[in-house]
Structures are given as C-alpha cells and as structure tokens.
C-alpha cells in the first residue's frame, strides 16, 4: 500500500509570493492534518479536514488556507509568504476520524522563503 | 502556551542499556497519547499510543508509561539499539478534537556503541 505522498518535496519562494502544497493521503484515508514543523517548535497543527469539510483548525492567521477534494487529496495554500513561513509542512492521514488517532505521515515539503 | 513538553533536548545512550523519554502536559483534557519517532528528511513514524485509562502499554522493546496525576509519560525502550537513534516526538489529543495532535518539541536520541 502506497504511504502518503506530498508535492513538491522542496520549494523556494521570495516574500510576498503564494505557494500551493499537495498531498494525497493512504488509499482509503479520509481525515487528511497539516503540521509545520520548525526548529525548536516541533510540530505545530495547521488544520485538518475530513470528507471535505475542515473539522479542526490551528492557530495560524488566515493566509495558511487549505482545502481536501472528494478523493481525500488535499492541498494547502500560503498566501503573503513571510520569511517566518520557512518550514517543513507535514501532511499525515488517518483511517477514520476517531478511534486510534493514529496518523501516518508523508514525507514533507521543504518551504524556504527568501 | 507549550501544553506537551519534551525538556530533554537531547539524550545519548549505550547500545543494549534502557533508553527513557520524558513527556509534561498541563492540559487535563488530553485522553490519547503516542509517541513518534523521525529521521532526518522523513515524516514522523507512529511508534506506540496509549489511552488515558490505561497506565501502561508494551509492545516489543517499546513500553509507554502514564502517570495521569502527575501528567507525565515516559518511554522506555530496552534494550537500545544503533538503529533506534532518531528524534522522538510525545504528541496527545485532547476529548472531542477529533484527530487534532498536540506535538512536544522533541527529544534527539543517539544510542551509541
């Protein structure tokens, strides 16, 4: 079974500019999480989403803004790139909603803002 | 407001010794915990949970311990191996936030020879 993959693995981008993640969770997962992971923070929820609707969201100003399509796959969009944005943003999915709460990660993407 | 914290950042350990992983979280709504373990360019890796009724769960050389009225678990893991050297994450979830995980900053483990 195939783990969960995200798009692009590395991404640079100058301030001001927007950028668009992609990640498509585990064949049959249909709770998709964003996480940014930063030096010292650990890892910070962004939002998740579930059957396309956003069931839980972050603390994170409204230019971080996501959504998940009718196959699970979601994407994550950051508008107004600032420099504080550079991070590793994780996506990881789950079988269901509840029970375990186990979460399987992807791989990540490499976000530097220059 | 850090509602997990891992306040070991480091910790180095002989192979085949016990390894032992701290985790504080303040918030009393916490009901799941688990633990994750990460290598360098790759997501983290779901390694052993535990529910907020049970005091301990073991699964192989992986063993997590919850002391609820002191808000603290730990893992253990015995005997160390090279293989297991990894930053290891304590995460919870707190009743009703479906599959929201709140994330301590992590423990950088070096088992070493």
């Known amino acids: 079974k195939a783990g969960v993959t995200q798009t692009p693995r590395y991404l640079i981008k100058t301030r001001g500019q927007q950028v668009t993640l992609s990640c498509s969770p585990i064949?049959?997962?249909?709770?998709v999480s964003w996480y940014q992971q930063t030096p010292g923070q650990g890892l910070q929820f962004l939002f998740e989403y579930f059957s396309e609707t956003q069931r839980n969201k972050g603390n994170f100003p409204g230019r971080f803004s996501g959504r998940q399509f009718s196959n699970s796959r979601s994407e994550m969009n950051v508008s107004t790139l600032e420099l504080g944005d550079s991070a590793l943003y994780l996506c990881?999915?789950?079988?269901?909603?509840?029970?375990?709460?186990?979460?399987?990660f992807g791989p990540g993407t490499r976000l530097t803002v220059l | 407001d850090q509602q997990v914290k891992q306040n070991s950042p480091s910790l180095s350990v002989q192979e085949g010794r016990i390894s032992i992983l701290n985790c504080d979280y303040t918030n009393s709504m916490f009901d799941y915990f688990l633990w994750y373990k990460k290598y360098p360019a790759e997501g983290p890796t779901f390694l052993i949970s535990i529910s907020s009724i049970k005091d301990k769960n073991e699964d192989g050389r992986f063993t997590v311990f919850l002391n609820k009225s002191a808000k603290h678990l730990s893992l253990h893991i015995v005997p160390s191996q090279p293989g297991d050297s990894a930053v290891y994450f304590c995460a919870a979830r707190a009743t009703g936030t479906a599959s929201k995980l709140t994330f301590g900053t992590g423990t950088r483990l070096q088992v070493t020879l």
């Open positions: 990881a999915s789950s079988l269901l909603p509840t029970g375990s709460f186990e979460q399987f």
């Open positions: 064949s049959g997962h249909r709770s």
